[in-house]
């Protein structure tokens, strides 16, 4: 497992779509879906057309976030690379790992994004400030590459 997380370790995980007369039904179940336990859920919703939410990262959460309604652009950025993410289906979640910068942005009228977490709500888990976000991140690889175990 790398020490130091990369935006290609995060990823989209295809959920399953029960379709049938009656409309539609996905389900996520423990670790079949989600590679964590989920210990807590929140949603975003009633963003104002041209907002930004997110701006910050994580020591060491790990989240799944779906677009259960509508769409936005999910931005991630390892200090390295960046990489845009947009979800518009609510059968589709996007893996984000720990010490990965994100922005969510455009999002549509009527938008709801899910988010499952790894970890209880800790104020003290966030990199809020992107310079402080960059210097955590040379901290754990001085040379600025990458360190697999
Ligand atoms: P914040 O993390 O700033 O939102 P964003 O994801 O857009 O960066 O959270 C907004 C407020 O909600 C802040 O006061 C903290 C609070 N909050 C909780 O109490 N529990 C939670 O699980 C989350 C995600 C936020």
Same mark, same amino acid.
């Given at each position: 497992?790398?020490l *130091?997380?990369?935006?290609? @370790?995060?990823? =989209?995980?295809?959920?399953?779509?029960?379709?049938?007369?009656?409309? &539609?039904?996905?389900?996520?179940?423990?670790?079949?879906?989600?590679?964590?336990?989920?210990?807590?859920?929140?949603?975003?919703?009633?963003?104002?057309?041209?907002?930004?939410?997110a701006?910050?990262?994580?020591?060491?959460?790990?989240?799944?976030?779906?677009? *259960?309604a509508?769409?936005f @652009?999910?931005? =991630?950025?390892?200090?390295k690379n960046?990489?845009?993410?947009?979800? &518009?289906?609510?059968?589709?979640g996007?893996?984000?790992?720990?010490?990965?910068?994100?922005?969510?942005d455009?999002?549509?009228?009527?938008?709801?994004?899910?988010?499952?977490?790894?970890?209880?709500?800790?104020?003290?888990?966030?990199?809020?400030?992107?310079?402080?976000?960059?210097?955590?991140?040379?901290?754990?690889?001085?040379?600025?590459?990458?360190?697999?175990?």
């Open positions: 497992m790398p *130091l997380y990369t935006i290609n @370790d995060c990823r =989209l995980i295809q959920l399953d779509k029960n379709s049938d007369s009656r409309g &539609n039904l996905t389900h996520i179940e423990g670790k079949e879906h989600v590679p964590f336990d989920i210990r807590r859920v929140y949603y975003i919703y009633d963003v104002p057309a041209g907002s930004q939410r701006g910050h990262g994580h020591k060491n959460l790990f989240q799944v976030l779906i677009a *259960l509508g769409s @652009d999910v931005h =991630l950025d390892d200090g960046k990489r845009t993410v947009l979800l &518009n289906r609510p059968y589709e996007l893996l984000i790992t720990p010490q990965i910068w994100r922005v969510i455009n999002f549509s009228s009527g938008a709801v994004c899910l988010a499952l977490a790894s970890d209880r709500y800790d104020e003290s888990s966030y990199y809020r400030d992107y310079d402080q976000f960059l210097e955590a991140r040379k901290a754990i690889d001085p040379a600025g590459g990458i360190l697999i175990k």
